[in-house]
């Protein structure tokens, strides 16, 4: 018999580490982005997403099995939602607290082409355009507020990238997938090794324009 989990969230939020993390529990089968236009689902989608997750995805395995399920994937494949109702899963909606550093990754990734948690940037550094990061930091709290909306029938648990990098959230996540209590651990290594200030060459710029805002915070937050 399985339980059924999906880690939901927006790219750059951490997904990949919360998903090894998972894996690294003796009762708990944890899969990367199989529903995806580059997973097995997207390369064998003439079958039900159902039909392949209760006996494709899995293949013997019981227990407590879940995949990633990133935001712009949940709108490729819409069905999905209909699957996670039918076959009771639970959602662990993942998001990253500060969006200054969500933007950082994301554009280091662009730049070096390191899109998995296996490697660093390399002393990578970027200029922000202030327009440009402004529209990010409303749209990325909109995206945040969809995917809040979107999963709110399912049974749910909401973390932060930032709580998983602390460990303060690896017993509630265990508590709601009703697993038994395991030290949580992870090969990934964090892409980013160099501070806020030394990877923005404009960093002194950016903080001053976001000077006395809601968004003010990510500047100064503890790295």
Not at 80 to 101: H, P, S
Not at 124 to 139: L, P, Q
Request: proline fraction near 4%; charged fraction near 25%; glycine fraction near 8%.
């Amino acid at each position: 018999m399985r339980k059924y989990f999906s880690i939901v969230s927006m790219g750059r939020s951490g997904s990949t580490l919360l998903e090894r993390l998972l894996a690294s529990h003796p009762d708990i089968t944890s899969l990367g982005e199989v529903i995806s236009p580059y997973g097995k689902y997207g390369k064998n989608s003439s079958i039900p997403i159902r039909q392949f997750i209760e006996h494709e995805m899995f293949g013997e395995r019981t227990g407590i099995c879940g995949f990633k399920m990133p935001f712009d994937w949940m709108l490729t494949y819409p069905d999905v939602f209909g699957a996670f109702f039918d076959l009771k899963f639970k959602i662990i909606y993942l998001k990253r607290a500060n969006k200054l550093d969500q933007f950082i990754s994301m554009k280091l990734a662009q730049k070096t082409g390191v899109w998995e948690s296996n490697a660093n940037y390399k002393g990578a550094r970027i200029v922000i355009k202030i327009e440009e990061i402004g529209k990010f930091f409303i749209s990325a709290n909109y995206a945040d507020e969809v995917l809040r909306q979107m999963t709110s029938r399912f049974p749910k648990v909401e973390v932060t990238y930032e709580g998983l990098i602390a460990g303060d959230s690896h017993q509630d996540i265990l508590n709601f997938l009703n697993a038994s209590g395991h030290p949580l651990t992870t090969n990934t290594v964090r892409s980013r090794t160099m501070s806020r200030r030394d990877v923005i060459e404009n960093f002194d710029d950016v903080a001053e324009a976001f000077s006395g805002t809601p968004h003010a915070w990510f500047f100064t937050a503890p790295e």
